[in-house]
């Protein structure tokens, strides 16, 4: 028996942000810093802001909006961060309330209950809080036992996580619940030119489990790669609060050109490499499930494959919907366009992002 990814599902909030309504609210908060600032500006102590258009994030990007946890505090320009109310520690914490919800799609897609699964893994950038693991809040809000934690490798968490599921599943769990439930918003800067668009909130959940006689992706090859790089970071912990700390720095930030550069090439290499290894020909995998961060890297990384003259539809691209969902940008893509994989047919599932971290995964579908 192989093991499988037999259900998926998706959360996304119902308010979105489009590029023009982001690019208003940051342009106007460019305006009023360089009014007030202008005496500093002039004589060279500060460096003026730069405002932003529509279509240079689209350029930049591929992205045209964005879902949010919250848009009235994102686009005030006085705030330019969403507006949340603390909840107490006896409510149900937003991550872990949205990952319910996607949890509970997902097991009905697999056709599985609570009691059938046995680990329940939180993999994601950005955890709402230290501890105790929401992993285990969420274990506990829908009634499961064995156990559950969180762990987080970036954006590459998802396929870093499915490796994690895959283990667990090897050791004699009967299956396992994995969650991507990425709130970016709230890490992201909206004051910056180069990275106020890149981000969206959404939550993700896979059922991952061994079977020969339920529909699924079977995981064929995984393979996992770090190395060190700042040109990815976010500052944010707890030992900020005995620092003298710059705020600006505990926030989102990247080189994105050396990421570019350096993360695109890297990626090509650990496919190839897989599907030679499964001697498997770039011409037989039906769709490459990129991660969902730049739509010019994934049309570099698919051409480096599969060669200049590749169909673009082979890579499928949400982030023009979603934007950047961090870990769960591969599996909105597996689960919007899962369909056009045929049976016996098979898939890469790759992300890749701070760390450096790369996760990448053969898949073959599988239609009982």
């Known amino acids: 028996m192989g093991i499988r990814i037999t259900g998926t599902g998706l959360f996304h909030p119902t308010e979105s942000i489009s590029n023009e309504e982001l690019v208003e609210s940051l342009n106007a908060y460019v305006e009023q810093y360089n009014q007030e600032n202008a005496d500093k500006i002039e004589a060279g102590e500060l460096e003026a802001l730069r405002g932003s258009s529509p279509e240079f994030i689209e350029k930049a990007s591929g992205i045209k909006s964005r879902y949010v946890v919250e848009k009235s505090g994102i686009l005030d320009p006085k705030r330019l961060r969403p507006h949340l109310q603390e909840r107490s520690n006896e409510e149900l914490s937003l991550q872990a309330e949205w990952g319910v919800i996607a949890a509970k799609q997902a097991m009905e897609n697999a056709g599985v209950t609570a009691e059938d699964i046995d680990v329940v893994i939180l993999a994601c950038s950005n955890m709402q809080r230290a501890y105790p693991a929401v992993a285990i809040e969420i274990q506990s809000a829908l009634g499961i ?96 609060r005995s620092e003298d700390a710059v705020v600006d720095d505990k926030l989102f930030r990247q080189d994105g050109r050396k990421v570019f550069k350096e993360v695109c090439p890297l990626v090509a290499k650990i496919i190839t490499a897989q599907l030679e290894k499964l001697e498997l020909t770039p011409e037989q995998v039906k769709r490459f499930w990129l991660h969902q961060a730049n739509a010019n890297m994934n049309e570099l990384i698919l051409k480096l494959v599969v060669g200049k003259d590749a169909d673009l539809d082979r890579a499928p691209i949400i982030l023009d919907e979603f934007a950047n969902t961090s870990s769960a940008g591969v599996i909105i893509a597996m689960h919007r366009t899962g369909e056009q994989v045929n049976n016996g047919e098979y898939a890469v599932i790759s992300s890749f992002g701070a760390g450096y971290s790369v996760g990448s995964i053969v898949v073959q579908k599988h239609i009982a």
């Open 145 to 240: 036992q064995g156990y559950a934690y969180d762990m987080n490798v970036a954006c590459s968490a998802a396929t870093f996580g499915l490796k994690q599921a895959y283990d667990a599943v090897k050791c004699g769990a009967r299956r396992v619940l994995l969650l991507n439930v990425e709130i970016t918003s709230g890490h992201l800067d909206y004051r910056t030119r180069d990275a106020h668009f890149i981000f969206g909130d959404v939550a993700t959940a896979s059922i991952i489990e061994e079977t020969e006689t339920k529909s699924g992706y079977e995981i064929l090859d995984i393979h996992l790669f770090t190395q060190f790089s700042n040109n990815i970071r976010n500052n944010f912990g707890f030992l900020n």
